[in-house]
């Protein structure tokens, strides 16, 4: 098998007859964020391998609803989980709605390919409230890591952020706005967020790279904020690593269960919604554009006594 171009230059493809990662080019790069590249980088070049093992002499623009179903069908024969397979068909109705766009194909092959029908629950466990403060409690920072370590995990307890979205902040991110220390980032789905700092998280952060300017690190708008604090390498934290702090201290902090860095967006958002703010606010506030998927983060349902129903009926009808 032929190895798939990379998309990154603009090399034209002879077997195929037109300027292949021109084009693969022009539709990864117009997502901003880098997260939304890789996965869509991903699941496209298991579709294009999938082509070149199946359908030799197709390509990309002579693809028609049956090789997309067929591609599905593979997906499925490898166990790709429903929730996996929903996502790549998804990536593959974009690309191809892009070429629709471009005038390169006339119809979306992937616009009436069946996808699963998936209960929007999230799994992540969250954290019960006096669990965050129990967690960030038993960070000790006194020392280096400590002062890192509790900088991340009190942003991540009060912003919701997805992992990368943390790992790769840059100190260009920082800054303010109306008097207050703000964040600025590209969300997932390219939207822009403008985060305020909370007190506890301004402290902390401060804390952290008050430490970090007396060694000597370089915090030009271009180097990242998180780094290790055993080396001077600037490069961002990996996902391992963040899991790696939030397990440990969940652990010293007596957290049962299985959690994981995402448990901090769950708990972030079932706080917000058991405070009373509005579903509306919420999914904005942690940069969802769909409303049904904050809720699905939502761990904690509401107490009996807060039931809806239990309003009905409660003022008798005036008799004549």
């Not at 002879?14 to 939304?36: A, C, E, L, M, Q």
């Amino acid at each position: 098998m032929r190895e798939i171009q990379n998309f990154s230059h603009f090399q034209i493809d002879k077997r195929v007859g037109f300027d292949r990662n021109k084009i693969y080019f022009g539709f990864i790069h117009n997502f901003s964020s880098p997260h939304t590249r890789e996965a869509y980088m991903r699941d496209l070049r298991k579709f294009l391998s999938f082509l070149e093992l199946k359908f030799k002499n197709i390509n990309e623009l002579k693809v028609e609803h049956a090789h997309v179903v067929a591609f599905k069908d593979h997906l499925l024969n490898e166990n790709s989980s429903p929730r996996s397979v929903n996502r790549i068909l998804a990536t593959l109705w974009s690309f191809y709605d892009y070429l629709i766009d471009m005038e390169l194909v006339d119809k979306n092959p992937a616009e009436r390919v069946k996808r699963f029908r998936i209960s929007k629950e999230v799994k992540t466990q969250d954290l019960k409230d006096e669990e965050v403060f129990q967690l960030l409690d038993s960070i000790d920072s006194s020392i280096p890591s400590g002062k890192l370590h509790r900088a991340i995990m009190t942003l991540f307890f009060t912003t919701g952020m997805r992992h990368r979205e943390v790992s790769h902040l840059k100190f260009k991110n920082l800054d303010e706005e109306n008097g207050f220390t703000v964040i600025r980032y590209w969300a997932k789905g390219d939207k822009e967020m403008v985060t305020p700092l909370n007190p506890k998280a301004e402290a902390s952060l401060s804390d952290y790279l008050q430490w970090a300017k007396s060694v000597g690190y370089s915090m030009e708008e271009s180097d990242y904020i998180f780094r290790s604090t055993k080396s001077f390498i600037n490069r961002p934290l990996d996902p391992k690593s963040m899991n790696y702090i939030i397990k440990k201290y969940g652990k010293k902090a007596g957290v049962k269960g299985r959690i994981s860095i995402h448990s901090a967006r769950s708990t972030v958002i079932g706080m917000l919604l058991d405070k009373g703010h509005p579903l509306e606010r919420v999914a904005d506030f942690v940069g969802h554009r769909d409303i049904s998927m904050t809720r699905a983060y939502n761990k904690r349902r509401l107490k009996i006594h807060q039931s809806l129903g239990l309003d009905l009926l409660t003022q008798e009808v005036a008799k004549d």
